[in-house]
């Protein structure tokens, strides 16, 4: 039972245009979101968080969007740069817990 | 410096064996944990230590044993190792409380053959 679902797992993007990654969640307890950046062989590198009394937070050049009632979370990187390929994870964690519940990620390939 | 440290990279070993993977963070976090990701790339939480006590014990075999000999450190003892037990396994740490990241370290591939 996959509770946190990135339905795309992969995505292609030219340099200097957005990349949209999606994420869509079934649990109404989570109140906490997470994107993490995975580049092969290393740990999860934190990105962006948002929390649940929010529907957008903006960080530089990444910003990510809550839609509770969809239950839909959304990553935008503008403008994307070949830096940013890599695996991005999205990630939620229940109310009054730490636990981080991951989905399976998507890649980023972001060309010239 | 790493924040998280895992040692070792990388674990060949027979079925059968027992094997631990040691994990250390440097930023001060009072809790820590292990995660697994699999061939399907799924990565889920197995452990939460806090402050050397069990917080969260995913349904994962009693094979496994995690040890936390201060809060600083948390290692993953595997007994009886299994073909199934082959995935990358995640340390991580975090500050106590919700709505606070976790920091990973660079990951652990095991293979048992």
């Known amino acids: 039972d996959q509770q946190v679902k990135q339905n795309s797992p992969s995505l292609s993007v030219q340099e200097g245009r957005i990349s949209i990654l999606n994420c869509d969640y079934t649990?109404?307890?989570?109140?906490?979101f997470l994107w993490y950046k995975k580049y092969p062989a290393e740990g999860p590198t934190f990105l962006i968080s948002?929390?649940?009394?929010?529907d957008k937070n903006e960080d530089g050049r990444f910003t990510v969007f809550l839609n509770k009632s969809a239950k839909h979370l959304s990553l935008h990187i503008v403008p994307s740069q070949p830096g940013d390929s890599a695996v991005y994870f999205c990630?939620?964690?229940?109310?009054?817990?730490?636990?981080?519940?991951f989905g399976t990620g998507t890649r980023l390939q972001v060309f010239p | 410096d790493t924040a998280v440290s895992q040692t070792p990279k990388y674990l060949v070993t027979q079925m059968g064996n027992d094997k631990s993977i040691k994990c250390e963070q440097n930023?001060?976090?009072?809790?820590m944990y292990w995660y697994k990701q699999d061939s399907k790339k799924f990565l889920k939480i197995m452990f939460s230590?806090?402050?050397?006590?069990?917080?969260i014990n995913e349904t994962v075999p009693n094979r496994f044993s995690p040890k936390s000999p201060d809060k600083a450190h948390l290692n993953l003892h595997i007994n009886s190792l299994e073909l199934g037990d082959s995935a990358v396994y995640f340390c991580?740490?975090?500050?106590?409380?919700?709505?606070?990241?976790?920091?990973f370290g660079q990951g652990t591939r095991l293979t048992v053959v």
């Open positions: 649990n109404s307890m989570f109140d906490y």
């Open positions: 948002i929390s649940s009394i929010k």
């Open positions: 991580a740490s975090s500050h106590l409380g919700q709505n606070t990241e976790a920091f």
């Open positions: 230590y806090n402050n050397k006590e069990l917080i």
């Open positions: 990630a939620a964690s229940p109310y009054n817990t730490d636990k981080l519940i």
């Open positions: 930023l001060g976090h009072d809790t």
